[in-house]
């Protein structure tokens, strides 16, 4: 798959406190991808790079196969839309308005094409109502709408998922979805919540202490977040041949606890356990969540699991 963006080993100092670690990543062209992280660690500096709006103390990137240090990056960027800490929104204009006004500054001449832009966002009838008006999920779609303006082929999304209330936290996912599929625009998409992303993002990069700790695809993640059943029994010591030769795909997790990643019934495990004589002291749901994994993640980096 072609890269959209290539990170290569880019570090950011600010004064002593190094924000950025020799940060490498490619954005597949197409993807939604998503960096996740917790506050802190790095994802606003690492979006302020990418669009130009901070310098790397080290490292280099490229957009659209044009390097960062070659003067055409400044019309790829062009190519660009982002949102980064807050929307680009004028408070005392229209939706309509604040979408002329960009037009306009990207130099294009024919407003045509506004009112798709406003119904794509679910803002067509706002009217003459002012942005500052607008709720903070309006005005976050009204944001998407203006770095939507002149067709970007990257969109750039610090948390844009911040302070939404659940309908609007679907509204935007479902919005983005529709930017992603119908007009093919590869989304870099930041949120310190996985579980939210993982609604929508199709690659993933999990930041801590400006360090890249893993990047992998939606299936991967999912592959990793399997369900399991966790049983606890009186004994794992007989019972361990038993499931090797049922060909059940399971984890000794302690003297007493087993995962089991099959799907089989707890009468079938519990039959089992019969057969090697032990047993089933319980048997629970283990789903591992994404939050859960992504926590244990940064733990690992730190050292603590
Ligand atoms: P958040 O969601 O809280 O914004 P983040 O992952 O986007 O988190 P950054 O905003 O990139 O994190 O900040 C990374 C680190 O760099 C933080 O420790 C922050 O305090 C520091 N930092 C960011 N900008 C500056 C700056 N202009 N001067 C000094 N330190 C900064």
Redesign the pocket.
């Given at each position: 798959m072609e890269n959209v963006v290539s990170i290569n080993g880019i570090s950011k100092k600010?004064?002593k406190?190094l924000?950025l670690d020799n940060v490498s990543l490619e954005i597949p062209k197409g993807s939604i991808f998503g960096l996740v992280?917790?506050?802190?660690?790095?994802?606003?500096?690492?979006m302020r790079i990418i669009t130009g709006l901070s310098e790397p103390t080290s490292g280099s990137y490229s957009i659209s196969g044009v390097s960062s240090s070659n003067k055409n990056i400044l019309s790829v960027r062009r190519r660009m839309g982002s949102i980064i800490e807050s929307p680009a929104v004028f408070r005392n204009l229209s939706a309509y308005d604040n979408l002329k006004l960009q037009y306009i500054n990207l130099g294009m001449t024919s407003f045509d094409s506004i009112p798709e832009l406003l119904e794509l966002v679910e803002l067509k009838d706002t009217g003459r109502k002012t942005a500052g008006k607008f709720s903070l999920g309006m005005r976050q779609r009204l944001g998407i709408a203006v770095a939507l303006c002149g067709n970007p082929d990257i969109l750039i999304l610090?948390?844009p998922i911040n302070g939404l209330d659940p309908q609007g936290i679907i509204q935007m996912r479902e919005i983005l979805l529709k930017v992603n599929r119908e007009k093919h625009t590869t989304i870099l998409i930041?949120s310190?919540i996985l579980e939210e992303l993982s609604k929508l993002a199709t690659h993933y990069a999990f930041?801590e202490g400006?360090k890249i700790l893993q990047t992998l695809s939606s299936e991967e993640l999912m592959s990793k977040v399997r369900k399991s059943s966790r049983i606890k029994v009186s004994g794992t010591e007989s019972l361990c041949p038993v499931f090797d030769r049922e060909k059940i795909d399971y984890k000794l997790e302690g003297e007493d606890t087993i995962d089991i990643f099959t799907d089989i019934a707890a009468s079938k495990i519990v039959s089992l356990a019969n057969e090697a004589g032990v047993e089933v002291i319980s048997i629970n749901e283990n789903n591992e969540s994404l939050e859960g994994y992504f926590m244990n993640l940064v733990a690992r980096k730190e050292g603590l699991a």
């Open positions: 600010y004064g406190a924000v992280g917790r506050n802190g660690a790095g994802k606003t500096t690492l610090d948390e930041s310190h930041i400006g």
